[in-house]
C-alpha cells in the first residue's frame, strides 16, 4: 500500500505540476520578433538607396536604347515606303502637292508622306511619324487667322523631317540640290548621283516636316546619334557630328549631285 501511494503521490504531484499556472511573459518576449531600432532602419534606407542610385542610370540607358531602335524601326519603315513610290513612279515625292479642298474649295497641301501612305498604310499623326524620345507636338493643320484665305494653313510639325532643300535655302531652289526643289519640279530617281550616302528623312529639332540642315540645333534624341533614312533605302544612327557638321564631307550628304555648295550654308553667313 505505501508504495503504490507513493506512486499515486509522484503522478498527483506531475500533474499538479502541469497544471499549475505560470507566468507567460518572459515566454512571449522570447518568442516574438525583435522591432528595428531607428539606426538599423536609417541604414536599411541608405542600402535602398544607393541600390536604386546604382540601378537607375542603367534602366535609363535600357529605355534610350530601347527607343532608339523603335525610332530606327519607324524610320526604316519610312524609307521602307520611299523605295516602294520609288519602285512605281521613278521619281521623289515633292514636299508638298497642292490641291483644292473638296470640302470648302480652299487651296490645301499634301505633303511628302500622303505620296507614301498607299504603302506605310498610316498618317503622319500615326506612332510612325513620332520617335518615342520626341516631346514635340504632332499635328497637321492651324486654324489660319487671315480673312479671306480659307479656315486651315498647313503647318505640319512631327518627329521626322523630309529633305526637300538639301543645303540650300528658298532662294536658292533653282539649285534642285534636294529632292524636292520646288513644287513645279520633281527630282527623278537617275538625278541622285550617290543615294546611298544622300539623306531622305531624318529627325527634325525644329518638329517640322522638311528638315534644315544647318539652320538650328542638330538632333539631340538619342545621344550623340541622329536616326536617318538614305535615299537607297537604307536606315542607320549616324554620329550627330558627321551628319550635321558645317564641313564638305557632311554637307555633300545632303545634296542630289553629291556636291557640298559651300555657298548655300546658312552656317557659314
Known amino acids: 500500500m505505501n508504495k503504490r501511494a507513493h506512486s499515486e503521490n509522484e503522478i498527483t504531484g506531475t500533474l499538479g505540476g502541469w497544471l499549475k ?23 536599411v534606407i541608405a542600402i535602398v538607396a544607393i541600390l536604386a542610385g546604382l540601378l537607375l542610370p542603367a534602366i535609363s540607358r535600357a529605355k534610350a536604347k530601347a527607343q532608339s531602335i523603335h525610332c530606327l524601326g519607324n524610320v526604316r519603315q519610312i524609307g521602307l515606303g520611299l523605295q516602294m513610290y520609288l519602285g512605281d513612279n521613278g521619281k521623289y515625292p ?8 473638296v470640302a470648302t474649295g480652299d487651296p490645301v497641301g499634301r505633303p511628302w508622306y500622303y505620296a507614301l501612305q498607299p504603302y506605310t498604310t498610316q498618317v503622319w499623326t500615326n506612332a510612325l511619324y513620332k520617335c518615342p524620345s520626341y516631346r514635340g507636338s504632332t499635328f497637321e493643320s492651324v486654324p489660319r487667322t487671315t480673312p479671306g484665305q ?6 505640319p510639325h512631327g518627329g521626322y523631317g523630309y529633305n526637300a532643300h538639301g543645303t540650300g535655302v528658298e532662294p536658292l531652289e533653282s539649285l534642285t540640290l534636294g529632292l524636292s526643289p520646288s513644287m513645279n519640279m520633281v527630282v527623278s530617281e537617275s538625278q541622285v548621283i550617290a543615294p546611298s550616302e544622300m539623306v531622305a528623312f531624318s529627325e527634325e529639332t525644329s518638329g517640322y516636316f522638311i528638315l534644315s540642315v544647318g539652320r538650328g540645333r542638330p538632333p539631340q534624341l538619342h545621344g550623340r546619334t541622329v536616326v536617318t533614312a538614305f535615299c537607297d533605302g537604307r536606315a542607320s544612327m549616324e554620329p550627330t557630328h558627321q551628319l550635321h557638321a558645317a564641313t564638305p564631307e557632311a554637307r555633300r550628304r545632303w545634296n542630289r549631285d553629291h556636291q557640298p555648295h559651300p555657298e548655300t550654308w546658312d552656317d557659314r553667313r
Open 21 to 43: 499556472p505560470r507566468s507567460f511573459t518572459g515566454s512571449c518576449r522570447r518568442g516574438l520578433p525583435r522591432a528595428f531600432t531607428l539606426i538599423e532602419l536609417l541604414v
Open 150 to 155: 480659307g479656315t486651315l494653313v498647313w503647318a
Open 94 to 101: 515633292r514636299a508638298v502637292e497642292s490641291s483644292i479642298s
